[in-house]
């Protein structure tokens, strides 16, 4: 684009904002007209207008960035991050052949982050909320595996233990003393407990002091792939430990 057809103004911002971000100290307005080559009373209009619009902020005849700019900034990190589970998770799955689904527990609930799937290896439809049915499939047992025990009994009382399948745990006290039994850092069976025909894997994540998960499910016919996959998906994720922790924290 020829440089007539742009807006001056928002160059000179930008110039700005970009010398700002500079000084995580903060610098006084003399200092960033020099740095960007700009009149000072030019740098001041600007200025007080990045400040009125909240990309900066000043204290004591300092500037630096506002909570707008981090908001902007913020997004674009959680974006990056989001890309690169996402990136991660298409390319286990393409190399493993199954679906695969990447989970936390935060605030109290199960949240599903992502699901990379396609016409090849369809992922479980979510036919009752996976949320409320923790307790039936291998990525909730997998969470609530993580949790201390006051933790696992609240979560519950909230979502009570309820038949999903013929094949799904009867009750609460039969719940817990599964979960109390599963290893660390072993995988999480759960053969067609949240939907007839599929058995699924999940693995644990470590990330701090938040649950996670990395799982996979396969047609009931395929289930002896199931451990084999799982064990594959966990050595993938060995290999790749730190970027996919700081993937997951989204």
Do not use: N
């Amino acid at each position: 684009m020829p440089p007539t057809t742009l807006i001056g103004s928002v160059r000179r911002a930008m110039r700005l904002l970009e010398t700002v971000a500079g000084h995580p100290y903060g610098a006084p307005a003399k200092q960033l007209a020099r740095e960007t080559g700009l009149a000072l009373p030019t740098a001041y209009h600007l200025l007080r207008t990045l400040v009125h619009e909240g990309y900066l902020r000043r204290d004591k005849g300092l500037f630096f960035l506002g909570e707008a700019t981090e908001r902007l900034t913020g997004s674009g990190a959680q974006q990056k991050r989001r890309s690169t589970i996402v990136d991660l998770l298409t390319r286990w799955r393409d190399a493993i052949g199954v679906p695969l689904y990447c989970a936390v527990y935060r605030e109290g609930e199960i949240d599903v982050v992502c699901v990379s799937d396609s016409p090849v290896h369809p992922a479980v439809e979510e036919w009752a909320d996976f949320r409320e049915t923790g307790h039936a499939h291998a990525v909730g047992q997998c969470l609530l595996s993580q949790l201390d025990e006051e933790a696992r009994r609240d979560h519950l009382d909230r979502h009570p233990v309820r038949p999903v399948t013929p094949y799904t745990v009867r009750d609460a006290q039969s719940l817990l003393r599964r979960l109390e039994r599963v290893r660390r850092m072993e995988p999480v069976i759960e053969r067609q407990e949240y939907a007839l025909g599929t058995v699924c894997a999940a693995i644990p994540v470590t990330i701090g002091t938040t649950a996670a998960t990395m799982a996979i499910s396969l047609p009931a016919h395929q289930a002896d792939r199931l451990l084999p996959a799982a064990r594959r998906l966990q050595a993938e994720m060995g290999r790749l430990v730190g970027a996919l922790a700081l993937s997951i924290s989204i």
